[in-house]
């Protein structure tokens, strides 16, 4: 039985998306959307590869199977220019959003993965707009800072980054919150290894908040990292296992009362996913000013999320 998938914009990010998908095992309907011109090439380009790949039907800008997909990406918008902060594009992206999203019926058991910037805003506004519930909306959030932050601390600290699961809570941005009470090293608690200093932890956060300016120094912008993240998503949301992550989901009573937030929003905290769905468990034990720095992205994003008051 195949899947059915669209991926919403095909720039930069859409393309890696779409190509790791089209090299996967698995039987999909792969919609591409994007009503641009320019990209007829890119279209035509991809539609020479078919042919090696039997378990895939692609199609181009079909709304009906937009709107009866299982799972939906959404890579469309204008980028944040070089140098400037993710919450730059608040207000295009979201009314990008509204006019996508708004008055569609959609298949009821569809996931909808963000990824446009602000991620955390562009989550909200997706869960305003699509009619769909709040665990079926989920962004990649401060898992691409949690794997930036693992890649960096091990190779700050000579080891195999394989061995490094650390947490980034909060903005997918700069007012992130690193969860170091909650981050491993060997499967052990990494504030009791020798080698993780505060020193070394400090430059690998710095390494980690400016792991888009250096990308951009080269590249159009952050692309198979992210990438990598949306799709670990939606295998996640089909494994029979629970997989613990750090997304951007749309806040429960219970997050929205220990952050101290006026109405819930969307910021990244741990998630469980599997074939079950989305469950938010409670908030764990932060140490250290954790939670002071958690509040304060929370609060900070409040701000960009009043819409979801209206």
Not at 282 to 297: F, I, T
Request: hydrophobic share 40%.
């Amino acid at each position: 039985m195949s899947v059915k998938v669209t991926v919403i914009g095909y720039g930069n990010v859409g393309r890696v998306l779409t190509s790791m998908l089209l090299g996967s095992n698995q039987h999909l309907e792969l919609n591409i959307m994007d009503p641009a011109d320019w990209i007829s090439g890119a279209f035509l380009d991809l539609k020479h590869a078919l042919g090696m790949q039997p378990k895939k039907r692609v199609f181009y800008n079909d709304h009906k199977l937009f709107e009866a997909s299982d799972f939906v990406f959404f890579t469309a918008g204008l980028p944040s220019k070089h140098g400037t902060s993710r919450l730059t594009t608040v207000a295009d992206n979201t009314q990008l959003v509204k006019d996508i999203f708004f008055w569609k019926q959609f298949n009821p058991s569809m996931h909808i993965i963000a990824i446009t910037n602000p991620v955390d805003v562009i989550t909200a506004a997706i869960y305003k707009y699509s009619g769909l519930q709040w665990n079926q909306i989920i962004g990649t959030g401060t898992y691409l800072d949690s794997q930036r932050f693992s890649y960096h601390l091990a190779q700050l600290g000579g080891t195999d980054y394989r061995d490094v699961k650390a947490l980034i809570l909060g903005e997918h941005g700069e007012s992130c919150a690193p969860i170091l009470s909650q981050s491993f090293f060997q499967n052990k608690p990494l504030l009791k290894s020798d080698i993780f200093t505060a020193e070394l932890t400090d430059k690998a956060l710095y390494q980690t908040h400016h792991a888009a300016f250096e990308i951009r120094k080269t590249e159009p912008g952050t692309s198979m990292a992210v990438s990598h993240c949306a799709l670990r998503i939606m295998e996640y949301l089909q494994d029979d296992s629970e997989h613990r992550i750090p997304v951007s989901v749309l806040l429960n009573e219970v997050w929205t009362g220990y952050l101290e937030l006026k109405h819930p929003i969307c910021l990244s905290v741990p998630v469980l996913l599997s074939s079950k769905g989305l469950v938010v468990p409670d908030p764990p034990e932060l140490k250290n000013g954790e939670l002071s720095a958690l509040k304060r992205s929370a609060q900070m994003l409040l701000e960009y999320q009043d819409f979801l008051e209206e």
